[in-house]
């Protein structure tokens, strides 16, 4: 039964991902001394806003449903990237019976190649920019695993661009390969526990890029 895992994982090549990237407005240069206090508003703005992003969502009673969703929602990067942990299940095999409970789920989202994107549109579109059917809380936390998606971008090029054989490189790529994993599968267990129990996760990395995308 745990050497199924490893037979889905290997039976499927790398979803390429395709995700809408936001344009950067260039400014005018600025004096350093109007360039000096607009960093400083700005900073100052930056935390009053994760201050008031913090007591909103703690003084906010969380309802069950919203929790269930959030910690749901914590699945999609970890089902789009668990190839990553190739590595780890071949050499620790217990890791494969943990993961046991997830096989049809990854098989599931694994079956067509557009699956992660599909998910990816819905996520976005139907959740993050929907207020009137979602709450913050629920957006954020959808808002952060899209985020976290979007950097599986970078190890998969990497991976593809180098491909390496043998030797050092494929050190190296075992060791980012499961360094991904390992970050989300930390991500899926922080995310989804921290969620059921009606707190709020701050994934390192992306919970700033997240409240920056939630109106």
């Known amino acids: 039964m745990a050497s199924s895992l490893l037979?889905?994982?290997?039976?499927?090549?790398?979803?390429?991902?395709?995700?809408?990237?936001?344009?950067?407005?260039?400014?005018?240069?600025?004096s350093p001394n109007l360039?000096?206090?607009?960093?400083?508003?700005?900073?100052?703005?930056?935390?009053?806003?994760?201050?008031?992003?913090?007591?909103?969502c703690g003084a906010e009673k969380i309802s069950a449903g919203d929790r269930v969703i959030s910690a749901a929602c914590y699945l999609y990067p970890?089902?789009?990237?668990?190839?990553?942990?190739?590595?780890?299940?071949?050499?620790?095999?217990?890791f494969q019976l943990v993961l046991q409970p997830l096989l049809p789920?990854?098989?599931?989202f694994r079956a067509s190649p557009f699956t992660g994107f599909l998910l990816f549109l819905t996520l976005y579109f139907a959740v993050v920019r929907n207020p009137s059917a979602f709450s913050r809380y629920v957006r954020f936390n959808t808002?952060?695993?899209?985020?976290?998606?979007?950097?599986l971008i970078f190890p998969d090029l990497l991976e593809r661009t180098f491909?390496?054989?043998?030797?050092?490189?494929?050190?190296?790529?075992?060791?980012?390969?499961?360094?991904?994993?390992?970050?989300?599968?930390?991500?899926l267990i922080y995310g989804s526990t921290s969620c059921l129990l009606g707190q709020l996760p701050r994934l390192p990395i992306v919970a700033d890029a997240a409240d920056r995308q939630i109106l």
Do not use: E
């Not at 970890?78 to 095999?93: A, M, N």
């Open 78 to 94: 970890f089902l789009d990237g668990v190839q990553y942990g190739k590595y780890v299940l071949t050499q620790f095999p217990p």
């Open 7 to 30: 037979l889905t994982l290997s039976a499927h090549p790398h979803h390429h991902r395709v995700h809408p990237y936001h344009h950067h407005h260039l400014h005018p240069p600025l």
């Open 105 to 108: 789920a990854i098989r599931l």
């Open 143 to 151: 808002m952060q695993v899209i985020v976290l998606d979007v950097l």
């Open 163 to 187: 491909n390496p054989r043998g030797g050092v490189g494929l050190d190296l790529l075992m060791s980012l390969d499961s360094t991904v994993f390992f970050f989300l599968l930390v991500s």
């Open 35 to 56: 360039y000096s206090l607009r960093t400083s508003a700005a900073a100052a703005g930056s935390k009053k806003r994760r201050r008031v992003t913090s007591i909103s």
